[in-house]
């Protein structure tokens, strides 16, 4: 078996199955076996999987297993050379996947490799993410990436050729079977968000490369799976950033992260309550931000508890 195809799902019945299609039309020779995990969907998902995809092998799960659970469960039964992560609001272009196979296999030294991510108009996505630092998480980020380029690559930044990148979007992730083997899987303390960042450290660490493949190029949705729950994700990303922090971080970092961000929190809470003010509510896009962020600084004032967030 070449690859090992992983799709994590969850109320994502239309994207899933569009997914799935663009991996069993783009596969070409390769021999792919493709595996989805069925996060306690209410829609449908696995049977739709079930009738339009006889040869998937589809995992239901009673609860929400989380990202990081339901890809370690899939990888238990996976066969391939390679283990690639596909969202399921990703789509494949038709030679992608065969083109990240053999550029992998051309470079032994590469562990993990990404493709360029489009949005529906053609248009370029950021691919390339940066390992998580007080900078990042506490400054701008499109700023970072103008004044420091190299060090903060972005998709203002066109690649001709595969570069070797601090990490990638997870939307797209073929991992050299060794070092999943090596590192373990990913990270199950991670429910959603931050989980594929982490990922890529742990092979850094033990000298493998990670690469952005721009001749690769994949559709991608780009939160399809998480829009629909904002607020709720939201919490989420914060909890992840944390436990990425707690696991990578000194103590130091950790408290200063902690403190730089509950004030921004406030500051831009107040900002959104004074546009909200002045619209009488009527801007979807601030009412939308507003929730978002009160449902984080409530998290907080609750102490940050576990069953706040995605539901479980």
């Given at each position: 078996m070449d690859a090992s195809i992983i799709v994590v799902t969850?109320?994502?019945?239309?994207l899933t199955c569009a997914a799935i299609a663009s991996v069993r039309a783009g596969a070409g020779a390769l021999r792919v076996q493709v595996i989805a995990v069925d996060n306690a969907s209410t829609d449908g998902t696995a049977e739709a999987i079930a009738k339009e995809f006889p040869e998937v092998e589809c995992i239901r799960s009673e609860s929400n297993l989380g990202f990081a659970r339901a890809v370690n469960l899939?990888?238990?039964?996976?066969?391939?050379e390679f283990i690639v992560l596909l969202n399921?609001?990703?789509?494949l272009k038709d030679d992608a996947l065969p083109a990240a196979i053999e550029w992998?296999?051309?470079?032994?030294?590469?562990?993990?490799?990404?493709?360029?991510?489009?949005?529906?108009d053609g248009s370029r996505q950021n691919s390339i993410a940066n390992l998580p630092s007080l900078a990042t998480?506490?400054?701008?980020?499109?700023?970072?990436?103008?004044?420091?380029?190299?060090?903060?690559?972005?998709?203002?930044q066109v690649y001709s050729a595969p570069v070797q990148v601090p990490s990638i979007i997870g939307a797209f992730?073929?991992?050299?079977?060794g070092v999943w083997e090596a590192v373990g899987g990913l990270d199950d303390r991670y429910f959603f968000f931050f989980e594929e960042t982490d990922f890529c450290l742990q092979p850094r660490r033990r000298g493998w490369g990670v690469f952005h493949l721009p001749q690769v190029q994949i559709w991608h949705e780009q939160g399809g799976s998480a829009r629909k729950t904002n607020a709720a994700a939201r919490i989420e990303y914060w909890r992840s950033r944390?436990?990425?922090?707690?696991k990578n971080h000194s103590l130091a970092e950790r408290a200063a992260l902690r403190i730089g961000l509950v004030c921004r929190l406030i500051v831009n809470l107040l900002v959104a309550l004074f546009i909200n003010a002045l619209t009488l509510g009527r801007a979807p896009k601030w009412r939308d931000r507003l929730a978002?962020?009160?449902?984080?600084?409530?998290?907080?004032?609750?102490?940050?508890?576990?069953?706040?967030?995605?539901?479980r």
């Open positions: 969850r109320n994502t019945r239309v899939a990888a238990k039964r996976a066969r391939g399921s609001d990703a789509r992998m296999r051309a470079n032994p030294g590469a562990g993990i490799a990404g493709g360029q991510l489009l949005n529906k998480e506490l400054l701008n980020k499109s700023l970072l990436r103008w004044l420091f380029p190299r060090r903060y690559p972005g998709k203002a992730f073929v991992i050299r079977r944390y436990a990425y922090f707690r978002a962020m009160w449902a984080v600084a409530w998290w907080h004032l609750r102490g940050c508890p576990e069953h706040m967030g995605l539901p």
